[in-house]
């Protein structure tokens, strides 16, 4: 396997075992904003999985293909919309949720061939790898994931 597609599937394995972890907040503690006006844990996590299925659905199919990829939808709304739904559900629902879209992610990109690791895409103006776009993304996680273990002393 590619060194590459092998440090992204790590990552999100790793992140599944980092959420399934957060089964153990109590209800008070998965409710906790993470700062002042800032989202709560819940919040945090609920709002990763329209993003996965985003790049499920409107990325990785397109990457490598002659189709021009798909616009990407309004973060701000993406992420309110996500934030709101996450207030509605009970915590275990949203860590499954997170878990199932997370394991959909790590097949479609196993399914990426070794070679196209190697091989440059275009989004807008930008030329990027395949590793460089999951590690902007990883970038993403990390940056919630560590909020979260500050908010919780970990």
Known sequence: MNKYKKE???????SIEFV??????SENEWRTP??????????IIGHFRPWD??????????LFSEEELPKGPEAKEINNRAAFKTREEVQMITIIKFISTR????????????????????????????????????????????????????
């Open 103 to 154: 394991v959909v992610l790590c097949k479609a990109i196993e399914e990426l061939s070794d070679e196209n690791w190697e091989r440059n895409f275009t989004i807008g103006k930008t030329s990027l790898s395949l590793y460089e776009y999951f590690k902007g993304l990883i970038e993403h996680d990390n940056h919630h994931f560590n909020q979260i273990k500050t908010t919780l002393n970990l």
């Open 53 to 62: 299925e985003f790049v499920i659905q409107q990325r990785i199919p397109y």
């Open 34 to 43: 993470i700062g002042k006006g800032k989202w709560t844990i819940a919040e």
């Open 8 to 14: 992204i599937i790590e990552h999100y394995k790793q």
């Open 20 to 25: 399934k972890s957060l089964n153990e907040l």
